[in-house]
């Protein structure tokens, strides 16, 4: 039963987990595998001769479509070079929804463009049941001059108070990259990125399975927003420092009895579908249109889009902050 393998991180080849966990029972795989590109993890070699590393992912690409509910999806995340061949195992199995681009520059190669965004390709087990929630990010906006980004003309008085529809194009969530804030793991995510993917794509008390969990932002992400979740990882170490960060993590990312996403002083994400209980919580700009130039307020008066987030034992949140200033210089 899936019970027993609920709230866990469990060490081992997450091939051999996998086969362990019965059919059709997870409601969100997501899978963020080693990239091939010889990356130095404490456990892995992460450089297979090509047909062995595609051999190796057909199978637990597989394990991940076979686990999965008939209303859930699944998110592969990699370089777009390895989705192009995700997509030809999955579209065997699965159902194609999106290829989401997120935006994250690396250092240029030479002889080629400088690759800018990573893949997460958006597959349903079963196209007319997949559960799928739309949900929006705050509206950008100058640092210097607080004035919405996009011109928006006449159109202005037609916008959300809260910010726009999430596209499959994702600019406002920054890779995790200074060593001094991470985890003592090559390549972890941002844990907002995490969870707009399960606020998307499940409900409280859901079942979210990542077969390569690192340092556990896959499961820290599911506990703060009221999920269950089942990490699968090889190395110890990765294990152990997951189980203590999960251990200081409560299921409390919400404002009222409403999950949302938290990021820095606002809010990244939240549902659609929330919004007109949260705008309760807000000090909306009269008319609307006032918007370009006044943002919506929290009733505490806390910040520019929402809330001050709760005290997190998560290291990431200053290296953001020290991020987006850079990238937004
Ligand atoms: C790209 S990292 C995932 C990072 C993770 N998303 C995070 O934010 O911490 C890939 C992880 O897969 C683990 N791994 C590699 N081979 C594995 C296997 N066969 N079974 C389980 N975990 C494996 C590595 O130890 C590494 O932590």
Not at 76 to 100: E, V
Not at 263 to 270: A, E, F, Q, R, V
Request: proline share 6%; hydrophobic share 35%.
């Amino acid at each position: 039963m899936i019970e027993k393998y609920l709230n866990k991180i469990i060490q081992g080849d997450c091939l051999e987990s996998l086969r362990e966990i019965p059919d059709n029972s997870v409601d969100v795989t997501f899978a963020d595998p080693p990239f091939n590109l010889k990356k130095k993890y404490n456990s892995t070699k992460d450089s297979l001769d090509l047909q062995e590393y595609l051999d190796w992912c057909e199978l637990w690409i597989n394990e991940m479509v076979r686990v999965t509910k008939p209303t859930g999806s699944i998110f592969l995340h990699n370089i777009p070079k390895w989705l192009t061949y995700y997509t030809a195992i999955l579209n065997k199995s699965a159902h194609f929804r999106h290829w989401i681009s997120w935006d994250a520059p690396t250092s240029p190669m030479g002889k080629s463009l400088q690759p800018s965004h990573y893949g997460i390709l958006f597959y349903a087990k079963e196209a007319k049941q997949n559960k799928f929630y739309e949900v929006r990010y705050p509206h950008k906006r100058c640092r210097k001059c607080g004035y919405l980004h996009k011109d928006y003309g006449g159109k202005k008085g037609m916008l959300h108070p809260f910010g726009p529809l999430l596209s499959d194009v994702w600019t406002d969530i920054h890779r995790v990259k200074h060593n001094k804030y991470r985890d003592d793991h090559p390549c972890q995510l941002p844990i907002h990125l995490l969870e707009r993917i399960i606020l998307m794509s499940s409900d409280e008390g859901d079942i979210v399975l990542d077969p390569f969990s690192g340092t556990g932002t896959t499961a820290l992400a599911a506990k703060r927003l009221g999920r269950n979740y089942i990490g699968l990882e090889l190395d110890n170490e990765y294990v152990r420092i997951s189980e203590n960060k999960l251990k200081m993590e409560n299921p409390d990312s919400k404002i009222g009895d409403i999950w949302v996403s938290f990021y820095l002083d606002g809010i990244t994400t939240i549902r659609d579908s929330d919004w007109e209980k949260l705008s309760s919580s807000y000090v909306i700009p009269e008319p609307i249109a006032h918007i370009d130039h006044t943002p919506i307020k929290s009733k505490n008066g806390k910040s520019h889009n929402g809330y001050t987030p709760k005290k997190t034992a998560l290291s990431e949140l200053p290296m953001f902050l020290e991020e987006v200033l850079v990238e937004q210089e």
